[in-house]
């Protein structure tokens, strides 16, 4: 089991409600953002003189730009459905991380200096001044979301703390205070294309690599095209499936299924990255410049489709937001969905029966699925409703013979976060993380523990560098991580196209 | 930014402990970051850190993991050539503790 430096959560009879622990996670700090990069992204260098009122102008520009914050603001009846459905809750037991707490940061503040009540009554209104105190509170509680929407399931009014934390967010970033994973990685997309700050000739040769390592594996010439004017589809994938594992064992998938279907294909130098993280930060203006780059790509490059791999809230940005940030995709084949997902496109292939498969490359596992957050609650996968959830697991079922469910509380629509979404995967909030996947670990032991299962199979880049490093910490080994088309290349049988 | 003392020089290291000047790195310093890790320096470990470095001076990234361990399994034989005996090398990961060790800046992103 790894070692670790804070109470790793006891998982061995499930995950229940805990004990309230007050101030628990209080302690919990992120790396600040250089100022370099604060600047990148078009914000204050460091923290202005007079950042209260600049804080306020945001919140009230915010409000009125997003009539869901204000709304969010001030329905929310204090009912308590969502108390114990956040997985940092139940991880941490720190009361603030509650949905209806951790909102109730930022709707303190509103009240004080946006309702009547609040400027009349203060605290009896429970009403609070934007203070030191309560930015730290902001600082540390807001890091302690990953957006994946699981409270706003249950939620009667539907309030989406996600929407509330990444407010927080924008508006601690116009005052300039940031946090140095996010924003690094911001800053590397606008200057290279990518998250890890890929070079062009270092793609040029992971590619290459790639072709000559699937060929001495399989015997077929698979292609890894970059920059291929005219090619019928443009393949967007989270750039971690060019560095990771196993994440390019999925990228392998993706490129047998090209290969397979004899449809040509092309990743673009110029857009190396699907993930978006401007939407973790609330910053539409970062959010847009990230999409209208694979937006240009595509146009340069001539493409009919654009089809997209496996990554969580980049799916969420392509499907929900493309439109409108990046819009019209007027250059591509109206009978195709903008973005199509990867799944969506295997899928279809596999209903036409235009796949080869040998499941039995697939029996030394039994696999399990892990809906990712973004992916099952603010999107949607094919024509039909809740092919988010169908179309991956019958992917999955077609390329292996041992499938088992994991429990429904836990997964499809009432999924449980792997722990690190949001702009969380970074390693100084490994506490966090590590206790916030307690729910989700927990529904997978069960079934590892009942039912054999020795592989979770997962659609999200941040998702499969989460789970490889915090299981083992539940004393599960990081080989259980998988990606759907990780399964299906396993499968895949290549015949000469 | 935070410094660290190596052989009575003071080091520039980022909030993760990586170095700010590649140029700092030698192999006094590549020991002393190791240490810090809990990780002692054998004759495979530097395998995988030599490699490290003569991949980021050529392409100014670190490598594919996959990249890494097909090369260490040439090296040092194909049963070494996998992420697990990577892991075992270096418990706290082949892309973040390797590249540390390196002297190489930690790599962004989902990984």
């Known amino acids: 089991m790894a070692k670790a430096d804070f109470e790793i959560p006891d998982i061995k009879n499930g995950v229940s409600v805990p004990a309230v622990k007050p101030g628990a996670m209080a302690h919990v700090k992120y790396h600040p953002a250089s100022e370099a990069h604060l600047t990148k992204l078009g914000f204050p260098a460091k923290r202005v003189d007079n950042w209260k009122e600049v804080a306020l102008a945001k919140m009230n520009e915010l409000m009125g730009k997003y009539k869901s914050l204000s709304l969010f603001l001030d329905v929310c009846v204090k009912c308590g459905a969502c108390a114990d459905k956040c997985h940092y809750y139940l991880g941490t037991g720190d009361p603030n991380n509650m949905p209806v707490a951790r909102q109730e940061l930022m709707r303190k503040v509103y009240r004080k200096n946006f309702t009547l009540g609040g400027k009349l009554f203060g605290g009896l209104a429970r009403a609070e001044d934007l203070t030191e105190e309560v930015l730290r509170e902001w600082m540390a509680y807001f890091h302690q979301c990953s957006q994946c929407r699981r409270c706003s399931v249950f939620c009667p009014f539907g309030i989406d703390t996600a929407e509330i934390s990444m407010a927080a967010r924008e508006i601690m970033d116009s005052i300039g205070i940031g946090q140095k994973y996010t924003l690094e990685i911001i800053a590397k997309v606008h200057d290279t294309g990518n998250n890890l700050g890929i070079p062009k000739d270092a793609l040029i040769g992971t590619l290459e690599f790639l072709e000559e390592d699937v060929k001495e594996t399989t015997g077929v010439d698979v292609k890894f095209p970059l920059d291929q004017k005219g090619a019928e589809v443009m393949l967007i994938v989270p750039s971690a499936d060019f560095f990771s594992s196993p994440h390019v064992d999925s990228l392998v998938g993706y490129a047998k299924v090209f290969h397979a279907a004899g449809i040509s294909y092309t990743f673009s130098s110029h857009a190396s990255e699907f993930a978006n993280f401007g939407m973790f930060i609330g910053s539409y203006d970062n959010t847009k410049k990230i999409a209208t780059r694979i937006a240009d790509a595509g146009r340069d490059l001539g493409v009919k489709r654009i089809v997209v791999g496996e990554c969580g809230h980049a799916y969420r940005v392509a499907y929900s937001f493309w439109n409108t940030l990046a819009g019209p995709f007027d250059y591509l084949d109206k009978n195709h969905s903008v973005p199509t997902h990867v799944c969506e496109f295997t899928d279809e292939l596999l209903r036409r029966n235009a796949l080869k498969l040998d499941k039995s490359a697939n029996d030394e596992f039994t696999v399990t699925y892990h809906d990712s957050c973004n992916v099952a609650r603010a999107s949607r996968m094919g024509t039909e409703p809740g092919g988010q959830f169908e179309i991956p697991r019958n992917i999955l079922k077609a390329v292996c013979n041992k499938y088992v469910e994991m429990d429904p509380e836990a997964n499809r629509e009432k999924t449980f976060c792997c722990g690190g979404g949001g702009g969380l995967l970074s390693d100084e909030l490994l506490e966090v993380r590590v206790k916030g996947a307690a729910p989700k670990v927990s529904a997978l032991k069960e079934v590892m523990d009942n039912q054999g299962v020795n592989t979770m199979a997962m659609i999200c880049a941040i998702c499969k560098a989460q789970f490889t490093k915090v299981l083992p910490y539940y004393d599960i080994p990081m080989e259980a991580v998988a990606g759907v088309h990780q399964l299906v290349s396993n499968a895949i049988q290549l015949g000469d196209k | ?111």
Do not use: H
Request: hydrophobic letters at 40%.
């Open chain 2, 1 to 111: 930014m935070a410094t660290i003392q190596i052989a009575g020089k003071s080091i520039e290291v980022d909030e993760d402990g990586y170095l700010v000047n590649l140029d700092d790195w030698n192999e006094e310093l590549a020991n002393a970051l190791a240490a810090s890790e809990e990780v002692s320096m054998d004759p495979n470990r530097w395998e995988v850190v030599n490699f490290l470095r003569e991949y980021y001076m050529e392409y100014k990234i670190a490598p594919m993991i996959r990249i890494l361990t097909k090369e260490i399994g040439k090296k040092l034989g194909k049963e070494k050539g996998n992420t697990k005996y990577l892991y075992e090398l270096f418990p706290g990961g082949p892309a973040k503790q390797a590249c540390k060790i390196a002297g190489l800046p930690k790599p962004t992103g989902c990984v």
